[in-house]
C-alpha cells in the first residue's frame, strides 16, 4: 500500500509526497514534529503539518538566507540565528572564515535533537563547529534581553503560527535594530509573494519604520508554498544593491548574479508592496 503526506499549503491547495518510511513522530512541548523520508525529496521535517526543510532542495533557502546579508555586510563577525533548529543556515555561516562568532536560538530542543539524527546532511557537522553556540529559548524573550550586539541576525522562523507569530511584530524588529552593530543587517523568511500577500506587505512597512535600508528579495524553492519564495532584508548602513561581490563560495544556489538579480521584482510582486 503507497503512502502519501499532503501538506494544506492553502485552504484550496496542498502539495503531496510519496513517503517511503516515517522515521519519526511525536508532538514537542511546542509543536507536532515528524521526519519523513519521501520518494521525491528525501528526507523531510514537518512542523505542525508544514514542511520545513528537504535534503533535496534545502540549500536554496539557507544559501539565499544566509549569503545574501553576509555578503552585503562589509565585515561580519558575530552572527545571531533565530530559529533554523535544523542547522541549514548555520551550515552556511560558517563558510565565512571572518565569522568568529555564530549563535543559534532555537526554542524547541527536540527540533534540533531530531534533525541531529535523522537529518543531519542539513547542517553538515557545523552544529558543532567551535565558533557555533546553541541556545534554546524563546528567540523573542531573547532579542529582547539581548545585552551584546551582531552584525548580522537572521530570523530563520517556521510559518507566522503557533511559537513564531511574535516574530513578525513591529516591537520584535526594533529589538532587533537595537541588538545589531551600527552596520548591522538584518534578514527574516517572509513567506510566499503569491499566498502571502498581507504578510509580505505588512512585515515591509514595519521593517521600513526601524531600518534605513529595507529591500525584498526572493528565491524558488520547490517544496514551500507556491514555490516562490521571498526575504526581507533590513539594513543600518549597507544596501545590497550597492555592494561588490567577490567572494567565491561553495554554494549550488547563491551567486553574484543569483545576488543581485533576486532583489529584481516581478511587477505583480511591486504591486503588493504599493498596496496595489
Known amino acids: ?114 534533525c541531529k539524527e535523522h537529518l543531519p546532511e542539513i547542517s553538515g557537522g557545523a552544529l558543532e563547529d567551535s565558533r557555533v553556540e546553541v541556545i534554546i529559548t524563546d528567540g523573542l524573550k531573547y532579542v529582547e534581553s539581548c545585552k551584546e550586539q551582531f552584525d548580522i541576525i537572521l530570523v530563520d522562523s517556521t510559518e507566522p503560527v503557533g511559537p513564531a507569530v511574535g516574530l513578525f511584530t513591529q516591537e520584535f524588529y526594533q529589538n532587533i535594530f537595537d541588538a545589531l552593530t551600527p552596520q548591522g543587517i538584518m534578514v527574516a523568511q517572509t513567506e510566499s509573494p503569491f499566498y502571502n500577500r498581507d504578510l509580505i506587505r505588512s512585515v515591509t512597512k514595519r521593517v521600513e ?48 548574479e543569483v545576488h543581485r538579480s533576486s532583489f529584481v521584482l516581478p511587477g505583480f510582486t511591486k504591486e503588493l508592496l504599493e498596496g496595489k
Not at 503526506?5 to 512541548?29: F, N
Not at 508554498?225 to 561553495?250: A, M, N, Q, Y
Request: aromatic residues 8%; negative net charge; glycine residues 6%.
Open 209 to 256: 519604520k526601524v531600518f534605513p535600508v529595507t529591500r525584498l528579495y526572493l528565491a524558488s524553492v520547490p517544496t514551500y508554498p507556491s514555490g516562490l519564495w521571498s526575504f526581507t532584508l533590513g539594513s543600518k548602513v549597507h544596501d545590497p544593491l550597492k555592494v561588490e561581490i567577490f567572494e567565491d563560495l561553495d554554494t549550488r544556489y547563491y551567486s553574484p
Open 1 to 114: 500500500m503507497e503512502l502519501w503526506y499532503t501538506e494544506k499549503q492553502t485552504p484550496h491547495l496542498g502539495i503531496t509526497c510519496q513517503v517511503k518510511e516515517t522515521l519519526c513522530t511525536r508532538m514537542t512541548a511546542f509543536q507536532e514534529l515528524a521526519v519523513l523520508d519521501t520518494l521525491q525529496f528525501g528526507k523531510m521535517l514537518v512542523l505542525d503539518g508544514m514542511v520545513q526543510t528537504t535534503v533535496e532542495d534545502e540549500f536554496i533557502y539557507h544559501e539565499m538566507i544566509t549569503h545574501v546579508p553576509l555578503l552585503t555586510h562589509p565585515n561580519p563577525k558575530q552572527v545571531l540565528v533565530i530559529g533554523g533548529g535544523d542547522g541549514g543556515t548555520i551550515k552556511q555561516i560558517v563558510k565565512h572564515p571572518g565569522v568568529s562568532r555564530a549563535v543559534l536560538v532555537e526554542i524547541d530542543e527536540e527540533v534540533v535533537k531530531a
